[in-house]
């Protein structure tokens, strides 16, 4: 099985996903010549390491500190890292990539730093062993689908400054209890754990494992997200009020 990777110094480019499935491979080496990139601990950087561009899926630590110097995770940098229980992210990094942890099946704990302005879509997709994250209270922006499939996912706390919520955020994350948000937001609000916009007139996300096991639709709400209620095995009956004139995917796999 492939363990180690040398680049030479020719290389200049390296396309998305270059490593997928090498489940053995723990050091990707540069040549020393290399002009845009280099290794440090065995992990693929930009020269000057602003870019974590891949992690070794094989790599045997369970805990990895990402170098101060770092400013981007590249697309699916830690894709299927399945030793990974925890990273540590620096102040410095202010993007994320699409599919940057997606797969890390051991990854338990996220916290991500209030510089991060950017997080790609499906950014932590098929976490499996991921318990809680708290996202950075800066970010306006959060993508589609990206704690999906986050198997043991009870409790979010979303940004304070959230302006726009991509869909199926929680799709197929049967564990989770609780959407979090700061009553100082101005988009969107929590009650009881249940997410809603500010106005209460569309519901957005009902948590599968919302403790109430019998759920009055509130008269003011006129519109519901399309898997608002996705694997919603808790609630055995729901009452949706004369208002809701139209549904679409509401209740898949629930």
Known sequence: ALTTVYLPAGI?????????????????LVDDKNPKYESYGGVLFSKGRRTLIAYPPGKKDSTYQIPDSVQRIFEYAFQTCENLTEVIIPDSVVSIGKYAFSCCRALQHIQLPNSIKALGFCAFEGCESLISAVLPQTLKKIEFQIFSKCASLTEVTLPKDMQELGHDMFLNCPNLAAVRISEENQRFKSVDGILYDVQKKELLVYPP??????????????????????????????????????????????
Do not use: M, V
């Open 12 to 28: 200049t480019e390296i396309g998305k996903e270059a490593f997928e499935k090498c489940s053995s491979l723990t050091h990707i």
């Open 209 to 254: 494992k919302c403790s109430k096991k019998i759920y009055q639709i509130p008269e003011e709400i006129e519109s519901i997200d399309s898997h608002a209620f996705n694997n919603g095995a808790e609630c055995t009956e729901i009452h949706i009020p004369a208002s809701i004139d139209w549904i679409y995917h509401t209740f898949s796999g629930s």
